[in-house]
């Protein structure tokens, strides 16, 4: 099926004279069939995205997690104009640092304080460090496989990256609590902190939920051998619950990292805490040109408002269940045989016996050209914008696409 995306290539092409690979990072075209999916976007609303071709879409990936309300939701487009209006960056942050700080407060049960950043990488470094100044141990534990940011520390590639810079780093598998265990027990002296997202969502993998009693057995080694647990909830973050993703799956972190969905696409991270990291964490240098600025903390406040007043969670959530049993559904009508993982609110679907996601790659390239932007590899993010007839057009089209994957197998 045709694609008319020749304004994306010719922008790829300007791209890739003034930009080192066009497009770097987790956007990069590299892991999209060419030819199937755009590279550059004009808009969005609610939950469809226009490219710069004119080709519609519904968009699954929700700018891999930040839109969580939809594209230009009025409420939080209304509260960013007026702020930008007065103005974003001073000398000084506006009285919005306070409201905000107090809102996360307020909505997370173990959180006394809260600090902001820009990107989850600022703060999901930053907590492993408040993990250092507060127990002035050196050592920290993370899933491997885990993505945590660009850091040194945690970068998945190894280009530019020291020994030295991973020299403190442990790793363990995912929900697997004996490793944990052996582990903390030969080191606690010297770990800091652990840190885990509240479920595996890694990329190239189906996503895995944390077995009974994982996280609570987190919890108890983290309490007996005074180490910090930090919660990186950049990804999940007000998708599965407005307390954040430990509510959600019944643990109680010490510090958690939010970023994507805070602020409905404007560049704002947080990390809240409890009292007893207060002190470590004003003796952690932080700060950065744009940390105070005031347009994406009156959208996060907006953000986390609507997604309260429209029942966001719930909807995200009934709506992934939509999707994912409509999917389940259309694959066996065509003998194939899928598995959806993840919470409804972050789904994601990959083929049995398709190990390197080749099938997926078919599949997610032919619901590209028919108007469905998901990714082969990457976990999706259901929005509180999506509608019932948003899934059902999804489902209709995938029906279309397993048969091409069908074919193919
Ligand atoms: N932690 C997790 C779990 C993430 O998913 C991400 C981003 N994908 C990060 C940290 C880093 O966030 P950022 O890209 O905003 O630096």
Redesign the pocket.
């Known amino acids: 099926m045709a694609v008319q995306l020749s304004r994306t290539f010719e922008l790829f092409e300007r791209a890739m004279r003034v930009v080192p690979g066009g497009i770097y ?2 956007q990069t075209p590299a892991l999209l069939v060419p030819g199937s999916y755009p590279y550059f976007f004009a808009r969005g609303d609610g939950s469809h995205v226009w490219d710069v071709d004119g080709n519609e879409y519904i968009d699954y990936l929700c700018s ?2 930040p839109i969580v309300v939809g594209h230009c939701h009025p409420a939080v487009e209304e509260a960013v104009l007026r702020q930008m209006r007065d103005g974003n960056c001073f000398n000084a942050p506006t009285p919005l640092w306070i409201e905000l700080a107090e809102h996360l407060v307020e909505l997370t049960p173990f959180a006394d304080w809260a600090v902001f950043a ?7 470094t930053w907590a492993v460090e408040v993990a250092r100044a507060a127990t002035g141990r050196r050592k920290v534990v993370k899933a491997a496989g ?6 040194a520390w ?1 970068s998945p590639l190894p280009a530019g990256i020291t020994d030295e810079d991973r020299a403190n780093v442990l790793e363990v598998p995912w929900n697997d609590l004996s490793a944990l265990t052996a582990l903390v027990t030969s080191e606690s002296s010297a770990i800091a902190a652990i840190i885990l ?1 509240p479920f595996r ?1 890694d990329a190239f993998h189906d996503s895995e939920l944390p077995v009974d009693g994982y996280l609570a057995g987190v919890r108890r080694l983290c309490d007996q051998h005074g180490i910090v647990f930090i919660l ?5 973050g007000f998708r599965l619950h407005l307390g954040g993703s430990g509510e959600y799956f019944g643990v109680r972190p010490d510090l958690a ?1 939010y ?2 969905a805070i602020a409905n696409g404007y560049a704002l ?1 947080a990390c809240v805490g409890r009292e007893a990291f207060r002190n470590a964490a004003q003796d952690v240098f932080f700060t950065g040109s744009y940390f105070t600025s005031g347009v994406p903390m009156a959208a996060a406040l907006a953000c986390l408002r609507t997604l309260a007043a429209e029942d966001g969670i719930a909807r995200m959530d009934a709506l992934g269940r939509r999707l994912c049993e409509g999917l389940d559904r259309a694959a066996r009508a065509h003998d194939l045989r899928v598995t959806t993982s993840g919470p409804p609110a972050l789904p994601f679907m990959s083929f049995a016996d398709d190990p390197g996601q080749s099938l997926n790659r078919v599949f997610c390239a032919a619901m590209a050209e028919r108007g469905i932007y998901l990714h082969p590899h990457h976990n999706w993010f259901m929005s509180a914008a999506h509608t019932e007839a948003d899934i059902d057009r999804t489902v209709d089209r995938a029906e279309q696409a397993f048969k091409i994957v069908a074919a193919e197998r």
Do not use: E, Q
């Not at 885990?146 to 850091?151: L, M, Q, V």
């Open positions: 990072g987790h891999y997690g820009k990107n989850g990488s600022d703060v999901c885990a993505y945590h940011g660009t850091h945690c997202t969502h990186d909830d950049v990804r999940a990292c970023c994507k991270s």
